[in-house]
């Protein structure tokens, strides 16, 4: 069992009073909403936290209503589950709805929040572990360390975007073409087993490009990601992609 540290409790009675506890506390103290991700990295002593201030009182915060000129207002409590669920959100935004009633499973959405999934830290396998693992490897460049385990000599972290509702909603809508029906070619395809695994890929292209994004130039993970697209369009063999791909990412 992983023990949580010590810490101050603190529940506000409004808004102001939550920002005024913020600035009063500093550095140490951090929101809580729904906890399905910040309770973890407490536990494996990847925040340095003293203080945790619980939004869950400011019922304000948790407000889904229809703007007077068209689109919605989504407050930053509302649980995923029920952003899922509301009737108008899936009809105004069909995508959004999908997507949040996609991530994880029914008990993390119906305690995660909107606001908690959007400003989920990077996520990385060499950084989401718990404190005697990463002191075995010598730590890393995101916390502690000196050193890249991702990218060797890297001199910046790559850890990469885990924002569900931002990223998979991205992918619902269209953003990323290749995507959007493009699963039709996958089954019976001489190819199946490769295209499936790179659709797995293409579904957080979003993430996967602002992380090679750190370590490359935005042009070459643009480069990157239309590589994928024309795989899924059959213009390349999964060949030529492997080898665009090595002559992109460098090896």
């Not at 990847?46 to 304000?60: C, N, Q, Y």
């Not at 068209?70 to 509302?78: C, F, N, P, S």
């Not at 089954?187 to 292209?205: P, R």
Request: proline share 5%; with cysteine.
């Amino acid at each position: 069992m992983l023990p949580l540290p010590r810490f101050d409790v603190v529940l506000p009675r409004t808004l102001a009073e939550a920002l005024d506890t913020l600035a009063a506390r500093g550095p140490g103290a951090r929101l809580l909403a729904g906890g399905t991700d910040l309770v973890p990295n407490l536990k494996h002593g990847l925040l340095d936290v003293d203080t945790l201030v619980l939004l869950k009182p400011l019922r304000a915060l948790d407000a889904v209503v229809a703007g007077a000129e068209g689109g919605m207002r989504l407050g930053a409590l509302a649980t995923l589950s029920r952003l899922a669920a509301d009737p108008t959100v899936r009809r105004t935004y069909p995508a959004l709805a999908l997507a949040l009633g996609q991530i994880a499973g029914p008990q993390l959405r119906n305690m995660g929040t909107l606001g908690g999934n959007l400003c989920l830290d990077t996520r990385c396998t060499y950084y989401n572990q718990t404190e005697h693992w990463r002191q075995a490897l010598g730590y890393c460049l995101k916390r502690t360390g000196t050193v890249c385990h991702v990218v060797p000599g890297g001199t910046r972290c790559v850890a990469a975007v885990s924002s569900d509702a931002e990223s998979k909603e991205w992918v619902a809508s269209g953003g990323i073409p290749i995507v959007n029906g493009s699963d039709s070619l996958l089954t019976g395809s001489k190819d199946e087993d490769w295209l499936k695994f790179q659709y797995g890929v293409a579904s957080n292209a979003k993430v996967f490009a602002q992380s090679w994004d750190q370590a490359m130039s935005p042009t070459a993970a643009e480069v990157l990601l239309d590589n994928i697209s024309k795989l899924f369009q059959l213009s390349v063999t999964p060949q030529q992609f492997a080898t665009n791909l090595n002559q992109v990412i460098g090896k």
